[in-house]
Antibody, heavy 122, light 108 residues
Framework: EVQLVESGGGLVQPGRSLRLSCAAS????????MYWVRQAPGKGLEWVAG????????GYADSVKGRFTISRDNAKNSLYLQMNSLRVEDTALYYC???????????????WGQGTLVTVSS | DIQMTQSPSSLSASVGDRVTITCQAS??????LNWYHQKPGKAPKLLIY???NLETGVPSRFSGSGSGTDFTFTISSLQPEDIATYYC??????????FGQGTKLEIK
């Protein structure tokens, strides 16, 4: 069974940094692109970042470009999101989700983890 | 950027009803359109990919159609467990992806 388990969320002050992790199991991790999607409290889904199987292709939403960095460690079956210069509007539940193939071209997401909550507040 | 407009934003229907949700893209996205639902307190789940392909294990009462800019998601006979918020998502403008604003489906 595919499992995605996010961690690293918490309460952080504006301007500070946080690193999210996603531990993957139940599938061959380096056969798939991976993504982060977030959901602000009571709001809809917002794609944040995506990374191809080997990290060769990466994409970011305009709202996080230059502040967030997605990465992966295939040896550890893990996905990461380094979040710098955090803003109040980054407050959200952050989901890790698996792509449909090695590249970012097959752009559907399944399954999803349960999410890790990031709260940015002073 | 490609904008996705879903309608309606909320919907109330009875068990057994046929339910339809639409999603309109601001530009031609071919068939690069997916549908998810999110039950209360749960993570989203993929239902339909590439506009009309049913994800493995998803009940056949769910279907999708459309291409270009106009897409439709249909539940042929609404069941109580279908209560959720439904989202469309485009992936034509790689490497960025856009979700619709969601349709909250309730039982009447």
């Amino acid at each position: 069974e595919v499992q995605l388990v996010e961690s690293g969320g918490g309460l952080v002050q504006p301007g500070r940094s946080l690193r999210l992790s996603c531990a993957a199991s139940g599938f061959t991790f380096d056969d798939y692109a991976m993504y982060w999607v977030r959901q602000a409290p009571g709001k809809g889904l917002e794609w944040v970042a995506g990374i191809s199987w080997n990290g060769g292709d990466i994409g970011y939403a305009d709202s996080v470009k230059g502040r967030f960095t997605i990465s992966r460690d295939n040896a550890k079956n893990s996905l990461y999101l380094q979040m710098n210069s955090l803003r109040v509007e980054d407050t959200a539940l952050y989901y890790c989700t698996k792509g449909a193939g090695v590249s970012l071209a097959l752009g559907w997401f399944d399954p999803w983890g349960q999410g890790t909550l990031v709260t940015v507040s002073s | 950027d490609i904008q996705m407009t879903q309608s309606p934003s909320s919907l109330s229907a009875s068990v057994g009803d046929r339910v339809t949700i639409t999603c309109q893209a601001s530009h031609d996205i071919s068939n690069h359109l997916n549908w998810y639902h999110q039950k209360p307190g749960k993570a989203p789940k993929l239902l339909i990919y590439d506009a009309s392909n049913l994800e493995t294990g998803v009940p056949s009462r769910f279907s999708g159609s459309g291409s270009g800019t106009d897409f439709t998601f249909t539940i042929s006979s609404l069941q109580p467990e279908d209560i959720a918020t439904y989202y469309c998502q485009q992936y034509d403008n790689l490497p960025t992806y856009t979700f619709g604003q969601g349709t909250k489906l309730e039982i009447k």
